[in-house]
């Protein structure tokens, strides 16, 4: 008996090895293509305001774990970005810090 971790390395292993015989996109793959979907039309892309088209992207190599980091940390700045956008400095610095006495 494997813990969970171990358990759900072994299972993405299975996942992709299935999906690569079968030549479909393998975990990995889709996840990356579910981020470039979102970032389509994001502020600042070239494509924005184009419908999404996956054939004018490569997504058959691998991608490092670094990307999606960079991804998720891109996003959390976002969403701070929004939250102090929302408060328009009532109640704080304007930066989004407390304000200092």
Same mark, same amino acid.
């Given at each position: 008996?494997?813990?969970?971790?171990?358990?759900?390395?072994?299972?993405?292993?299975?996942?992709?090895?299935?999906?690569?015989?079968?030549?479909?996109?393998?975990?990995?793959?889709?996840?990356?293509?579910?981020?470039?979907? &979102? !970032?389509?039309? $994001?502020?600042?892309?070239?494509?924005? *305001?184009?419908?999404?088209? +996956?054939?004018?992207?490569? %997504?058959? #190599?691998?991608?490092?774990?670094?990307?999606?980091?960079?991804?998720?940390?891109?996003?959390?700045? &976002? !969403?701070?970005? $929004?939250?102090?956008?929302?408060?328009? *400095?009532?109640?704080?610095? +304007?930066?989004?810090?407390? %304000?200092? #006495?």
């Amino acid at each position: 008996e494997y813990d969970g971790e171990t358990q759900g390395a072994i299972r993405k292993i299975m996942f992709d090895q299935n999906q690569k015989i079968q030549g479909k996109p393998t975990s990995d793959q889709i996840r990356t293509a579910d981020i470039m979907k &979102e !970032a389509w039309n $994001s502020p600042g892309s070239p494509f924005r *305001g184009s419908e999404y088209d +996956p054939s004018m992207l490569n %997504l058959s #190599g691998p991608v490092s774990e670094d990307f999606f980091a960079d991804v998720e940390k891109k996003r959390i700045e &976002e !969403a701070r970005k $929004s939250l102090v956008g929302n408060r328009g *400095g009532i109640g704080g610095h +304007p930066d989004g810090g407390p %304000l200092l #006495g």
